[in-house]
């Protein structure tokens, strides 16, 4: 067994340099003067994170990312959530379609939906809008949202709570905001962190769907990957830090979870 | 009797209540991914002048289309297979390294890692392996190995490195809890049997890893196939893909018929489908013994 740890360290060793680097590389280009002919950057600046700033484009793309994964998260609680609830409680048949329907998205490649979506949907207003692009993401991120909710649900022991509330005189409306919802708080906040993070980071979706209409920030950084890739690597490391606190959030969310689960039992 | 009315109205006014919770998530989901996806396949087998037929998927023999898929399935597969591979060592790794901290340092490395994808990644390696990257000029520095010409980041040998990364982390999230499932006692029983450290690996560890490692497989391989937009900032349009064919036929930049962009994406979907059907099976079967 000991002959093995130095392989095993050097696979770790390895594996966290291939993750790393690039990312590391990505910060430090965004702050560096000029890094094409040293091994360490020339010099240190934050002039790219001002020209970002003050790009005009900047503000509006970041607008638009915001409110793009803020109403897909919006859509996601209103469609998942009390549909999970009742096919856990009162509609079991309902379970199957809607693991199915939640699984699909996994199965459809963005730029096949983003086709069927424009092929179908081809009439005024809503053709190629903002719209159809919530839509899209929806549909996209709806794994996201349904699997954190329905882990919850399946691990609070629905019935007892729901008999004990009911014993105590509870309405079905009280059960839901004071027994149920919080129990499920965690399940649904991290669904929430999840959608919010992939549909920030999206590309694919709003660069086919709305195009030039409605651009995001990473619709922007690609533009800028070909043009100027200092303001690049500094929308890059915006976006990236974006995404590293949602999920250091996620992960701290999912600990506490099971923290709460071991006290329980 | 007034007891079970009751009971009767209850159910009644649960049923509306129900219903009015229910019914908007499936028809949001018949709206926008159903419907959506039955139009288009149902369109690729008409031809351009409304008549049923298989023109569309006859048009797909041309070299360009072959050749988009061909690399599509031969990128996918050699990654999904860097993946499966290198994943399961580091996975395993991961789970035999002693201090928790740290552990749940490679842990959260390998969590937060999935984030980064897409256009961030494909920029972050032209950065590190541009013919004037970090990596390439310490290669060529330190070891003396000059990396360009023979290799470049724009090509497919550069959207391997990518993929690859975008990979790994998730194979590593996949195989973490099937490793943690070989029971401890199992390998004690074969060891006090007589078995060495590689027959039981041979006989019992890897036969009940093989759901899980199919599973990976088939995943990783459906994650890449539907991948975008590392591609399209890496390559653009020196390097056909499916997916980049198709995005180009909606964007307009490269103009192809757009009834063979449906018969493309119904070929791709039955390719997802395969992939998934595979993904079911396996992973029951790999839970299966899990719990």
């Known amino acids: 067994m000991k002959t093995e740890y130095p392989a095993r360290y050097i696979i770790l060793i390895l594996f966290g340099l291939y993750m790393l680097i690039p990312i590391l590389a990505t910060y430090l280009f965004s702050v560096a003067v000029r890094w094409d002919r040293s091994i360490l950057p020339e010099g240190y600046t934050l002039e790219w994170y001002v020209k970002t700033i003050h790009h005009p484009y900047f503000i509006v793309t970041l607008k638009n990312s915001f409110f793009l994964a803020f109403y897909t998260v919006l859509l996601n609680i209103v469609l998942i959530v009390p549909a999970a609830y009742i096919a856990h409680t009162q509609l079991p048949s309902a379970k199957l379609p809607m693991d199915i329907l939640t699984i699909l998205p996994f199965g459809i490649p963005r730029v096949i939906l983003a086709l069927s979506l424009i092929t179908v949907y081809t009439f005024p207003v809503i053709s190629r809008s903002p719209f159809l692009l919530v839509c899209a993401c929806t549909i996209f991120s709806m794994p996201y949202m349904y699997r954190p909710v329905s882990n919850s649900l399946e691990a609070i022991d629905l019935r007892t709570l729901n008999d004990a509330a009911q014993l105590q005189g509870a309405s079905n409306i009280q059960i839901l905001f004071y027994i149920i919802g919080p129990n499920i708080m965690n399940g649904i906040i991290s669904g929430c962190l999840l959608v919010f993070s992939a549909i920030f980071a999206e590309y694919t979706l709003a660069r086919l769907i709305t195009g030039a209409r409605y651009k995001t920030l990473p619709v922007l950084l690609v533009e800028f990957t070909r043009r100027d890739g200092r303001i690049a690597s500094a929308i890059s490391v915006f976006a990236f830090t974006v995404a590293l606190i949602l999920s250091l959030a996620i992960i701290l969310i999912a600990r506490k979870d099971r923290v709460s689960t071991v006290v329980k039992h | ?291």
Not at chain 2, 267 to 272: E, P
Request: proline share 3%; net charge positive; glycine share 6%.
């Open chain 2, 1 to 291: 009797m007034s007891s079970r009315k009751k009971f009767r109205i209850q159910t009644k006014n649960l049923k509306i209540a129900t219903l009015s919770a229910i019914l908007p998530f499936f028809f949001f989901c018949i709206a926008f991914e159903l419907l959506p996806i039955a139009v288009l396949i149902k369109d690729s087998f008409y031809n351009s002048s409304g008549v049923l037929s298989l023109s569309n998927y006859r048009g797909l023999f041309q070299k360009v289309y072959l050749s988009s898929f061909w690399n599509s399935i031969r990128l996918s597969a050699i990654t999904a297979l860097f993946g499966t591979i290198i994943g399961t060592f580091v996975g395993y790794s991961i789970l035999r390294i002693q201090s928790k901290r740290i552990r749940a340092l490679f842990e959260a490395l390998s969590n937060v890692t999935t984030n980064f994808a897409g256009a961030p990644l494909a920029f972050a390696f032209i950065i590190i392996l541009g013919a004037n990257g970090v990596v390439t000029l310490l290669f060529a520095q330190i070891l003396n190995l000059n990396l360009y010409p023979d290799f470049q980041i724009y090509s497919y040998a550069g959207l391997v490195v990518a993929y690859t990364y975008f990979q790994l982390p998730l194979m590593i999230l996949l195989i973490i809890p099937s490793f943690t499932g070989l029971r401890s006692e199992w390998r004690e029983a074969a060891v006090s049997m007589g078995a060495s450290t590689w027959q039981y690996w041979r006989y019992i560890g890897f036969p009940l890893l093989t759901p899980s490692l199919v599973a990976g497989l088939v995943l990783l391989f459906a994650n890449a196939y539907g991948a975008y937009a590392t591609a399209y900032t890496l390559v653009g349009s020196k390097l056909m893909l499916v997916t980049t064919q198709i995005a180009f036929v909606i964007t307009g930049e490269v103009l192809h018929d757009p009834a063979l962009a449906k018969a493309m994406a119904t070929v791709s979907l039955v390719i997802m489908a395969f992939c998934i059907f595979i993904y079911r099976i396996t992973i029951s079967k790999a839970r299966g013994w899990d719990k």
